[in-house]
Every structure is written in structure tokens, then in C-alpha cells.
């Protein structure tokens, strides 16, 4: 892979780390100022809403700046962000500004491995970038609800900087201040990505230039027949495990009786599911095969919904690891297919650019109707197996879409297919 590859692959550990982390601790913020609990998933719903309003200009502005450079600005955001929490800036608020540099750290961070790495590595790439993401995932729920117990808060909160005084009075505060240090990590190795021989592309001359620009790229992400499966599913995808993601909080509160620290372990576990399903994915299933692993969203789906039959710890850890393996075996391959069709299609930054704005319009839409659906007083157990159906039936509808599109347009992906084959390094 080169060393440069394990440099981009340390940037996004402690980037993701610190994410995750965050998550946690801004949480915790609101339960400390009792905000009701259907606010606490608009906390997503903030952070994701740069990656839908500026999509059309981060792609751009990944494919005209040296991609390191683009993340270490992006990384910078997060670190204002995340300072304006400890000046007492409404949580929301300050966890949109880090979601601003998230938006513009992705297309950068996924566009890079196109233009450092042949085509046949992209899979492999792919499933070790996911696998170590999901690994500082595991890592980051686990320190966010490390960092806010009362035995880590008090040590920290004891600890003085010589003749500096500064505000941080609680819990969530003292996470805050170990989670900028981790972001701070995270810029230090961006200054170190190498740049790459492929030639920056110019930004458009007009904002509204670059807005047709992008909505041509929607255009053909979504016209191409592999593409617009590819899109579908991570689209689907991202959208329900942001929303699994305040359901297993508010599932283990319910069922296990379990609060926000112990809760985020739990989250690990899931994501510790994510991290080997993605490594085995990256092994076993090649560019051309990535559709096979659509019914096991379905899947997926399914199990989800077993949840409501679990009120112990010993059956709770099997069944959300089994989730997150699934989650990780199928989303991984799907994730490579759709930069492959992209970076062909419309470039690299641009790309994924365009996947970033499906996958967070359906993370918009489904987080607002998970906190609807609390709002409205619906039983956590009602919205898990409305959740599931939901996952399984969108995702029967994509596998039939493919079958469509095969029967319909057999020499068009016939076509697509045997070129994603032959970057991957497949035969026959």
C-alpha cells in the first residue's frame, strides 16, 4: 500500500475518534442542561446538514486543493467546534460547525485512496479504512463514555494547568478538552499525507456554475446502472445506522436499564461487529461480486427487530455484534463499487461528494422521524420493529431494482461489471 496510505489511515483513526467521542459528550451536555430526550437525535441531525447544503462545493474544493491540505482545514473546523461547546454555545449549534468540517474532511479522505491506489486495491483499501474507522468508532464510544464516569470526570477536573484558569467546571466539559488534543493529533498527521500525480481540477467560475456542476454529477451517479444501486444502498444504509445508533441508547435504557456511559460501550460492541464484517468483506468479495451482498441488508433488517425479545446482557452482545458484522460485510463492497463508477463517472472528490449528500438527506429524513416518533410517545419496542421492516423492505426493493435492471439492460451492465472486474484483477 505505501506508507502514505498508513498515514491517511492514522489522520482518519483519531479524526473518527474524536467524532465519536464528541458524540458522546455532547449527549451528555443535554441531559446535563435536561433537554427532553427527542431533541438528543437532532444532534445528528445538525452535524449532517453541511454535508447536504454544501455538497455541491466540497467535492469541488477536494478535487482543486492538495487533499491533505483540504483535511487539515477540515480538521481545524472540528477543533472551533468543538472549543465552542466549552464556551457554553448551544451543543447543537457548536456540533453543526464540527459537522461543517466533516463535510468537507470526507470527500477528501475517500477521494485520496482513488488517486493513491489502483483500482484493484480499492476493495482491500477500502475494507482496512472502514475496518480502522469503526475500529476508533468502537474506540471513540467507549472513551466519550469513559471520559464523562463520575471516577474519570472527577480525575480530570482535579487536574490544574500552572497559573491558567480556565472554565471547565464538569464532566462533559473535561471530555471536551481530552477530545481537542485528539483532534489536534489528527491535523498533525494530515500535514504529513503526500500529494499525488493526479492533476487538480479548477473550481467552476460561479457558485451557481458549480451547483449545475453537481447536479450533473447526481445526474450521472444516478443514471449509471451500477452506480445507482450502489448509491441506493449506502444511501439506505448510512440513514438507518445513524438512527440505530440513538436506538441502541434508548433500547438499553429501556431493556438493561443501562445509562449514557454504559450505553456508549454497548455501541462499541456493535461497531466492534462493523470492523470484522468490513475486514472479511475486504478479503473475500471483489469489486465485480459487490451486488451479491445486497440480501444481507435485508438481513440485516430482520434481526433487528429480535432486539425487542432481548432483556439481557448475554443475549444483547451476540445479536448487536451479528448486526454490526452484517452491517460491515455488506456496506463495504457496495462503498468501493459506487467510488469506482464515481471516480470514472465525475472524478473522485465529486463523487463522493454526491454520496455524501444521499446518505445524509436520508440520515436528515430518518432522524427526524426517529424523534417524531419519540416525541409522539411511541414504545422504543414499536419504533425497533417498524425500524426493521423498514431496512428489510427498501432493501428488497433495491435487490429487485438490480434484477431489473440485469433483465432490461443485460448488455449495458454486463458491460459495467466485466470493467469493475478487470480493475479488480478478476478473471472470467
Known amino acids: 500500500m505505501g506508507s502514505g496510505f498508513y498515514i491517511i489511515m492514522a489522520a482518519q483513526f483519531f479524526s473518527s475518534l474524536a467524532d465519536n467521542a464528541l458524540l458522546v459528550a455532547a449527549i451528555a451536555l443535554l441531559m446535563q442542561a435536561d433537554s427532553p430526550s427527542w431533541l438528543t437525535p437532532y444532534l445528528k441531525f445538525f452535524f449532517v446538514i453541511s454535508y447536504v447544503a454544501l455538497a455541491p462545493y466540497v467535492g469541488a474544493v477536494a478535487d482543486r486543493l492538495p487533499k491533505g491540505n483540504v483535511m487539515f482545514i477540515a480538521n481545524t473546523i472540528k477543533i472551533a467546534g468543538c472549543a465552542l461547546m466549552l464556551f457554553e454555545v448551544n ?14 474532511y470526507s470527500p477528501a479522505k475517500y477521494g485520496i485512496l482513488t488517486e493513491y491506489l489502483p483500482h484493484s486495491k480499492l476493495v482491500t483499501a477500502n475494507g ?3 475496518g480502522l474507522t469503526v475500529a476508533s468508532i468502537i474506540l471513540g464510544v467507549v472513551l466519550g463514555g469513559f471520559l464523562i464516569r463520575a471516577g474519570t470526570a472527577d480525575l480530570l477536573l482535579r487536574f490544574d494547568l500552572p497559573f491558567i484558569e480556565t472554565s471547565i467546571d464538569t464532566p462533559p466539559e473535561a471530555a471536551l478538552a481530552i477530545i481537542i488534543a485528539v483532534y489536534a493529533v489528527a491535523a498533525a498527521f494530515n500535514l504529513f499525507i503526500p500529494r499525488t500525480s493526479v492533476a487538480l481540477k479548477p473550481l467552476p467560475g460561479h457558485p451557481v456554475d458549480t451547483l449545475r456542476d453537481f447536479l450533473r454529477c447526481v445526474g450521472s451517479l444516478w443514471r449509471d446502472r451500477l452506480g445507482q444501486i450502489s448509491l441506493a444502498v449506502t444511501t439506505l444504509f448510512w440513514g438507518a445506522g445513524a438512527t440505530l445508533q440513538f436506538i441502541v441508547i434508548d433500547w438499553s435504557a429501556a431493556s438493561l436499564g443501562y445509562n449514557l456511559s454504559d450505553a456508549s460501550l454497548l455501541q462499541g460492541v456493535c461497531a466492534f461487529g462493523i470492523a470484522g464484517g468490513a475486514v472479511l468483506a475486504s478479503v473475500t468479495v471483489r469489486l465485480d461480486h459487490a451486488v451479491r451482498v445486497i440480501p444481507l441488508g435485508i438481513v440485516m433488517g430482520l434481526i433487528v427487530i429480535l432486539m425487542n425479545a432481548v432483556d439481557s446482557i448475554w443475549l444483547a452482545v451476540p445479536l448487536i455484534v451479528l448486526i454490526g ?14 467510488q469506482h463508477r464515481g471516480h470514472h463517472l465525475v472524478g473522485a472528490g465529486r463523487s463522493i461528494a454526491v454520496q455524501n449528500f444521499n446518505e445524509n438527506a436520508s440520515i436528515l429524513v430518518m432522524i427526524a422521524l426517529y424523534s417524531l416518533l419519540l416525541a409522539s410517545g411511541l414504545s422504543i419496542y414499536w419504533v425497533i420493529g417498524v425500524f426493521g421492516l423498514f431496512v428489510a423492505g427498501t432493501m428488497s426493493v433495491v435487490q429487485w431494482w438490480f434484477h431489473h435492471n440485469r433483465r432490461h439492460h443485460a448488455e449495458q451492465v454486463d458491460k459495467l461489471l466485466a470493467f469493475a472486474r478487470s480493475e479488480s484483477g478478476g478473471h472470467g
Open 91 to 104: 451543543p447543537l449549534a457548536a456540533y453543526a460547525l464540527v459537522g461543517l468540517g466533516a463535510a468537507a
Open 128 to 130: 482496512w479504512i472502514e
Open 325 to 338: 458484522a452484517l452491517a460491515g460485510f455488506f456496506v463495504v463492497p457496495m462503498n468501493a463499487l459506487l
